[in-house]
């Protein structure tokens, strides 16, 4: 079964950029999670897709992060424009529909603001 | 809302037993996992717990008490390859959906 895919897997921009990153769950997972993990700390939930639909983006900073997941299927995280305190690791993780079944995690893009 | 504490960092020997405590106040619980994570990589499942009581699973236990709002993770025969970050994270219920909420992890470091 192939795992949760991510792309890039790092990137270096500028502040002010803007920038995009991408995710692939593994099939039929109806879960798509992206985590926000500043080094040495736990991640942190930036949003939670069911299927195609947000049920928690509470702690996205939504003047400059948006994300959307296309047919409940590929989900894409982008930021513009970029600080530097967005410098961090951006993991996404698929889960079934299933209670208590774990989240799979994608191996992660690391972003560098300078 | 919710917290999740653990250790920042412990230190262990080759071979020694280690417990990471992981303490929580949530509403809407639904079970704690634990993940481990080696540098620059993903976090990789180890454990889930949603009852009382310890569950094991070769060198790695986990033990849970939801009354206390309190879990364990115990690694026995410590290998120099157990050094990584152990993150607890809650699975919290809500109306319709759950969502899995970490801690800020505890770094172990197994010295020879």
């Known amino acids: 079964e192939a795992g949760v895919a991510q792309s890039p897997r790092y990137k270096i921009i500028e502040k002010r950029q803007s920038v995009a990153f991408w995710c692939n769950p593994i099939?039929?997972?109806?879960?798509l999670y992206w985590y926000q993990q500043i080094l040495g700390q736990g991640p942190k939930l930036l949003i939670q897709f069911q299927n195609n639909g947000v049920v928690d983006d509470s702690q996205l900073p939504k003047d400059r992060f948006s994300a959307e997941r296309l047919k409940g299927v590929d989900s894409t995280l982008k930021i513009q424009p970029a600080k530097l305190e967005d410098s961090a690791v951006y993991l996404c993780?698929?889960?079934?529909?299933?209670?208590?079944?774990?989240?799979?995690f994608g191996q992660g893009t690391r972003l560098t603001v300078v | 809302g919710q917290n999740i504490d653990q250790p920042t960092e412990m230190t262990a020997t080759e071979g020694a037993i280690v417990q990471i405590n992981c303490t929580y106040q949530t509403s809407g619980f639904n079970g704690l996992f634990w993940y481990q994570q080696h540098a620059g990589e993903a976090p990789t499942f180890l454990s889930y717990?949603?009852?009382?009581g310890l569950e094991e699973k070769g060198r790695f236990s986990s033990f849970l008490s939801r009354s206390k709002g309190y879990s364990y993770l115990l690694l026995k025969e410590l290998q120099m390859k157990d050094s990584a970050s152990y993150l607890c994270a809650v699975l919290i219920m809500n109306t319709g959906f759950q969502k899995l909420v970490f801690g800020t992890g505890t770094r172990l470091l197994v010295s020879p």
């Open positions: 717990n949603v009852l009382d």
């Open positions: 099939s039929g997972h109806a879960t």
């Open positions: 993780a698929s889960s079934p529909t299933l209670m208590g079944t774990e989240a799979f």
